[in-house]
């Protein structure tokens, strides 16, 4: 099936597809997408969507399976509370990719804005997983509370690979980094590690996919320096609460 949205209000191209989803078709197209929003939220079956053009905010928002391929840019908010399904970007994303995200995968081809992963949190079986091809601006991991986010900066070499604030507030999850971080980029609440075995392994397996869906090459995209951001602690802010509580008592 497919729709071409060039003239349509985003309410239209939603309800299409809501009606596509309950006929019980499998596979849409949508052609002349230029930031329409909210496409294929509490998207919940096996419904596949490939959109060419530039997706809207709120791609996928509390999507709960199902695939969206998008053959152009996304604006923000891509996977907002997502809990199952894939979505994959062939370009570029702006800021708040994967907001409070809580299962499933999001794959971003080039580089996506700020604070990509906030509030990110693992649910279930299916922790979730972002995968950026590209560089991501500050806040990165921003109270991420679970999941794994990856970093990998294929495409330009002179630009940083993350900005400023990397993990702050982080007290869940890792995030995987294809290259070295200064540490005045990352927040205090958020530590280095070495990768062990076990990590590239897992790196290998979880970046197969990647590297097959656009092109890339996952031994040289693996023959390079990774390091890891882990929290240092499950309760970064447990004392400014606590003294907060306190200091309430005591006037109470």
Sequence with gaps: MELHAQQLHYREVNQWLRRCSQDGIHHVTLYGIRGHRYI?????NSLRIQIHGTAGNDLGAFMNGGEIVVYGNAQDGVGNTMNAGRIIVHGHASDVVAHSMRGGTIFI???????????MKAWGTNP???IIGGTARDFLGEYMAGGTLIVLGLHDSSAPLVGSYVGTGMHGGVIYLRGTIA????GKEAGLQPLTADDWEYLQHTLAPFCEEFGFNLEEVLDHTFC???????????RLYEGAVGAINSHG
């Design 109 to 119: 081809r080039d580089d996506v804005g700020y604070r990509a992963g906030i509030h």
């Design 40 to 44: 294929g939220t509490g998207l919940n």
């Design 128 to 130: 979730p997983l972002v």
């Design 183 to 186: 540490p005045y980029q990352y």
């Design 228 to 238: 890891k951001l882990v929290p240092l602690s499950r309760r970064p802010y447990g």
